[in-house]
């Protein structure tokens, strides 16, 4: 049998230390070496004498040749300047990056993510961005409302600039819809709620079919022998729930910590979230999600679409383009349901470009990320990128583009213009808390333990802060 | 030729002992120099950072005792333990009686080179190749193994992300990897054992079964010690395919002694705490390697 595997990479933006994504990685191996052309053009070519070489790295292949188009017309206006771009594997980015802090080796700018940024920053690696070169010219307002926000310490300083965003939405294959008797216009406006799912959960038990053909909506359904669940998982759900819980759990009014952001009390033991994790993984019983290590990382939420195994999955922007590559599967994107504050909520989560604390090139790294933030090398990136890029400019060259493939990408980009959106827990310790929360939410999805006794879990968190 | 082996000999001695001692010296000094600078160095090094509370990017801060007490509280430890010793009984016990069975069975039934080497296959794989090669094997939708267990009428099983399956299938994994080496080494422990007790034994009229025990076994026994000790310190430090595989999931029920050290100093960057966990297993494998020693009396042979 031939093993199947994404046909493009999915974009690698897990937790800190979720598990490891290998098949994931060879694809964007794979991808990489179908990059490597434009890299070659940045990275291979020889440095003209006279201009100074600063390192740029980031980890995200998809994000490669868009990032490398907007360098090159950096270059070309900055001819003082060469920029030399490397990018590495999710798992080795975050080590190297690390080693090379230590032999004081790193790149000059690098793209980070919001749960490693905290660590960076309490560990003095990354530069206070205000008052280097161009930076402050480069106003909170350009970027979509809040993004900014994520991107500033404790302190109040900025370490980082927005490069990007995501929020989550419904993708699914409007095949299976069919075959289910459902249309497209029936996965519009629903609702949701913690005691009984709402008519989100009518549309997932409609999804599910068990060996007999039996759908989950009707008599004689068997939960145990469930050949396609109505709503896909994949190999594990972390503390920040992206993907899986989080979108629910937001939509009550629920929060994860005591402030937006840099917050120091956590709320897994909010009654809220406990409703909202008994039911999500309370769905598990009833046949419409996969239980506990089905769907290992080899069948990640989209190959579960295409195999008609899973007929819905909740996943972020950056996988649009890796779900519309899919063979046989006929994309179609949904908005969120509403929760019972009455409206959808998503995670707003951003990657952002840092500067090195070691860097001796900190101005000339300044002038490339605020290139970078430029109407002008947004509207480059938004055009190439299968994401949305930081600024309005960038978004809508990214939407216009996916329009032109005949994807309708709004129900992504609605929630931030609603104001429909939760932020990505901005704190310290995230690695710690990581560690802790995974055995919570694993023995949760085993059915090891309830909901009530995250609040031990919650306990050891909040101990990290004292 | 004669005359000239002759007068070599017959050199002074008293130079020539001069020489060996700078010779010596010189011989030495590269072993010397890998020593301290990649086992004690780093050694003491670590023993230090234990007692301190270090980051790397920032310069490690004296705590005295505080790591080995939060060690001694902390339940991922013990846990990590329990993990540890399940997994080590688990790879040992199957891999030291499979290695034994086939260093027997190439000793009694067959000459071929050939064979003998084709025993040792697996162990030229790394043992990341490995890890991900079994990944793909034992995966629950894809994996080959689990396929053909649904042909023969059984559910398919998630070796690598149920409880009860995660820490024998990692065990059996290096087992596969390791048995053949282990296998070698026991070879090699038999063919030291003199061929006319076996013919002596076999005109007293004992069976392939009594000959195993009366002679093959007490007499293997200091080899066979010797290679539980390699082989059981080695088991201990497994990382690379639970590194490769689960990450310590799922929950803890994977997460052995090395791989919490790892989590603690490469993703939490608390490398003082993680010194002090592989400062215990130090301890750790001391007092298993010296206990095995003087249980299995290692030093002697039954020969003599």
């Known amino acids: 049998m031939s093993i199947q595997r994404p046909s493009t990479p999915p974009t690698a933006r897990p937790g800190p230390l979720s598990r490891r994504r290998l098949l994931q990685g060879s694809a964007a191996l794979a991808a990489g070496a179908a990059g490597a052309g434009t890299l070659a053009s940045c990275g291979g070519a020889q440095a003209p004498a006279g201009a100074t070489e600063i390192d740029y790295w980031l980890w995200d292949a998809l994000q490669l040749p868009a990032y490398s188009a907007a360098i090159d017309l950096f270059m070309e206006q900055n001819p003082d300047i060469f920029v030399r771009v490397t990018q590495l594997g999710w798992d080795d980015y975050w080590t190297k990056l690390t080693a090379s802090f230590v032999a004081e080796a790193g790149p000059d700018a690098f793209a980070d993510h919001l749960a490693r940024f905290p660590e960076f920053v309490s560990l003095g690696v990354v530069a206070p961005l205000d008052g280097l070169g161009p930076l402050d010219d480069v106003p909170a307002e350009q970027f979509q409302e809040g993004l900014q926000e994520l991107w500033t310490g404790q302190d109040g300083k900025r370490y980082g600039i927005p490069k990007d965003y995501d929020t989550i939405a419904i993708l699914y294959d409007k095949n299976m819809l069919t075959e289910a008797g459902l249309t497209p216009e029936d996965l519009e406006g629903l609702d949701w709620n913690p005691e009984d799912g709402g008519t989100f959960e009518q549309i997932l038990a409609r999804l599910t079919v068990d060996a007999n053909g039996v759908r989950g909506d009707e008599d004689g359904f068997d939960a145990g022998e469930v050949v396609c669940h109505g709503m896909g998982g994949s190999d594990g759900i972390d503390y920040v729930g992206q993907t899986a819980w989080s979108p629910f759990a937001f939509s009550t009014g629920w929060t994860f910590t005591d402030e937006e952001t840099w917050g120091r009390r956590f709320n897994y033991d909010d009654e809220r979230f406990i409703a909202t994790i008994d039911w999500f993984f309370g769905l598990v019983d009833k046949g419409f999600f996969p239980p506990f290590g089905k769907f290992g990382e080899s069948s990640p939420k989209q190959a579960q679409l295409q195999a008609g195994s899973s007929a819905l999955a909740l996943d972020g922007s950056w996988m649009i383009s890796t779900y519309a590559n899919m063979d046989g599967l006929d994309l179609g994107i949904a908005p969120l349901p509403s929760g019972p504050i009455g409206h959808p909520m998503s995670m707003f989560n951003g990657l952002g470009d840092s500067i090195s604390a070691q860097s001796e090139k900190k101005e000339e790294a300044a002038r490339l990320i605020a290139f970078l933030a430029s109407d002008e090398a947004q509207r480059v990136i938004g055009e190439r990128a299968p994401f949305f890029p930081a600024t309005d400019v960038g978004t809508k060259a990214a939407v216009d583009s996916f329009a032109a493939e005949g994807l309708d990408v709004t129900p992504f980009t609605d929630r931030v213009a609603n104001g429909e959106t939760g932020l990505y827990p901005l704190v310290e310790n995230s690695a710690s808390i990581m560690s802790i929360m995974q055995t919570a939410f694993d023995q949760r999805w085993m059915g090891q333990i309830e909901g009530a006794d995250f609040a031990s879990f919650n306990d050891r968190v909040n101990a990290l802060f004292e | 030729?004669?005359?000239?082996?002759?007068?070599?000999?017959?050199?002074?001695?008293?130079?020539?002992?001069?020489?060996?001692?700078?010779?010596?010296?010189?011989?030495?000094?590269?072993?010397?120099?890998?020593?301290?600078?990649?086992?004690?160095?780093?050694?003491?090094?670590?023993?230090?950072?234990?007692?301190?509370?270090?980051?790397?990017?920032?310069?490690?801060?004296?705590?005295?005792?505080?790591?080995?007490?939060?060690?001694?509280?902390?339940?991922?430890?013990?846990?990590?333990?329990?993990?540890?010793?399940?997994?080590?009984?688990?790879?040992?016990?199957?891999?030291?009686?499979?290695?034994?069975?086939?260093?027997?069975?190439?000793?009694?039934?067959?000459?071929?080179?050939?064979?003998?080497?084709?025993?040792?296959?697996?162990?030229?794989?790394?043992?990341?190749?490995?890890?991900?090669?079994?990944?793909?094997?034992?995966?629950?939708?894809?994996?080959?193994?689990?396929?053909?267990?649904?042909?023969?009428?059984?559910?398919?099983?998630?070796?690598?992300?149920?409880?009860?399956?995660?820490?024998?299938?990692?065990?059996?994994?290096?087992?596969?990897?390791?048995?053949?080496?282990?296998?070698?080494?026991?070879?090699?422990?038999?063919?030291?054992?003199?061929?006319?007790?076996?013919?002596?034994?076999?005109?007293?009229?004992?069976?392939?079964?009594?000959?195993?025990?009366?002679?093959?076994?007490?007499?293997?026994?200091?080899?066979?010690?010797?290679?539980?000790?390699?082989?059981?310190?080695?088991?201990?430090?497994?990382?690379?395919?639970?590194?490769?595989?689960?990450?310590?999931?799922?929950?803890?029920?994977?997460?052995?002694?090395?791989?919490?050290?790892?989590?603690?100093?490469?993703a939490e960057y608390q490398f003082g705490y993680a010194s002090a966990l592989s400062v215990a297993l130090l301890v750790i494998l001391m007092v298993v390697t010296f206990t095995q020693y003087w249980l299995t009396n290692a030093g002697k042979s039954d020969l003599d």
Not at chain 2, 28 to 38: E, K, S
Not at chain 2, 207 to 231: C, D, K, N, Q, S
Not at chain 2, 248 to 265: E, F, T, W
């Open chain 2, 1 to 266: 030729m004669t005359t000239a082996t002759t007068s070599t000999r017959s050199a002074p001695p008293r130079r020539r002992k001069k020489d060996d001692t700078k010779l010596a010296l010189l011989f030495i000094a590269p072993a010397t120099v890998g020593l301290l600078a990649f086992l004690v160095w780093p050694l003491l090094t670590g023993i230090y950072y234990s007692f301190t509370e270090y980051t790397t990017l920032t310069p490690p801060q004296w705590v005295g005792f505080e790591n080995y007490q939060a060690m001694f509280a902390d339940p991922v430890f013990w846990n990590s333990l329990k993990v540890t010793v399940l997994y080590v009984l688990i790879n040992i016990g199957v891999q030291t009686v499979v290695a034994l069975v086939i260093a027997v069975l190439m000793q009694r039934l067959t000459q071929s080179t050939l064979l003998r080497s084709l025993v040792l296959a697996p162990y030229l794989v790394s043992n990341v190749v490995a890890a991900i090669v079994f990944l793909w094997i034992l995966d629950t939708q894809l994996g080959i193994f689990n396929i053909f267990l649904q042909w023969i009428g059984f559910d398919p099983i998630a070796f690598w992300a149920s409880e009860t399956w995660v820490i024998p299938t990692v065990a059996l994994v290096n087992v596969w990897r390791h048995m053949g080496y282990t296998a070698l080494l026991l070879f090699a422990g038999l063919q030291a054992i003199p061929g006319h007790l076996y013919e002596a034994a076999r005109t007293e009229g004992a069976g392939e079964i009594t000959l195993f025990r009366r002679i093959t076994l007490p007499l293997l026994r200091p080899i066979l010690a010797l290679v539980l000790i390699m082989t059981i310190i080695g088991s201990f430090q497994v990382f690379d395919t639970i590194s490769v595989t689960t990450q310590g999931g799922p929950a803890d029920a994977s997460r052995v002694l090395q791989m919490y050290i790892y989590q603690n100093a490469f």
